[in-house]
């Protein structure tokens, strides 16, 4: 009876039961840690199309900022100009009608420029106002834009100092203008 009770107190290897529970055990810790790494991606996602998205928009207010201050002459227009006269800088969204579109700069010599890329959300995704403050001339510009799933909003204000009247049309999509020189 020695000799089988020392047969049997030999465990040298895994049951079958230890084997499962080292299985389910290392199967959770897999779970957990390719779930945290999704939602860190996705986290890390969403962070990056929202930081590219601000950048771009507020590179593209910054360019306009620097084109319009220094205007001689300005027109706010209510949509984008269906032609353009020579001699004037414009400004409008490249296609209001489309989904996402890019703001435009045309030069009086006629070469057009994208200022942004597609992000700028249809009609509503440029705006101009101008308004009269004491005697300053302010313009006020709005851009809204999306980029994989993200919206964002900027806008910006302006002293016109160079403009002496307010345009006859005070609000609009789309801005055209001259500067001194």
Do not use: C
């Not at 009086?108 to 101009?128: K, N, Y």
Request: glycine letters at 8%.
């Amino acid at each position: 009876m020695s000799v089988k009770r020392g047969a049997l107190s030999d465990q040298r290897g895994i049951t079958l039961v230890e084997l499962m529970v080292a299985s389910a055990v290392l199967g959770m810790v897999v779970l957990v840690a390719s779930s945290l790494y999704a939602f860190g991606a996705s986290t890390f996602r969403l962070g990056e199309s929202q930081a590219w998205l601000q950048a771009n928009m507020d590179t593209a207010l910054r360019s306009i900022v620097s084109r319009v201050r220094n205007a001689t002459e300005l027109q706010v227009m209510t949509s984008t100009p269906g032609a353009f006269d020579s001699g004037w800088y414009y400004i409008y969204l490249k296609d209001p009608s489309a989904e996402t579109t890019s703001v435009q700069l045309r030069s009086p010599g006629g070469s057009a420029v994208a200022i942004t890329d597609d992000l700028v959300q249809g009609e509503d995704g440029l705006r101009f106002h101008a308004r009269l403050v004491e005697d300053d001339i302010l313009l006020d510009i709005s851009l809204q834009g999306s980029y994989r799933s993200r919206t964002r909003q900027s806008s910006v204000t302006i002293l016109l100092g160079n403009l002496t009247s307010l345009p006859p049309n005070t609000s609009g999509a789309a801005v055209r203008f001259r500067l001194p020189g």
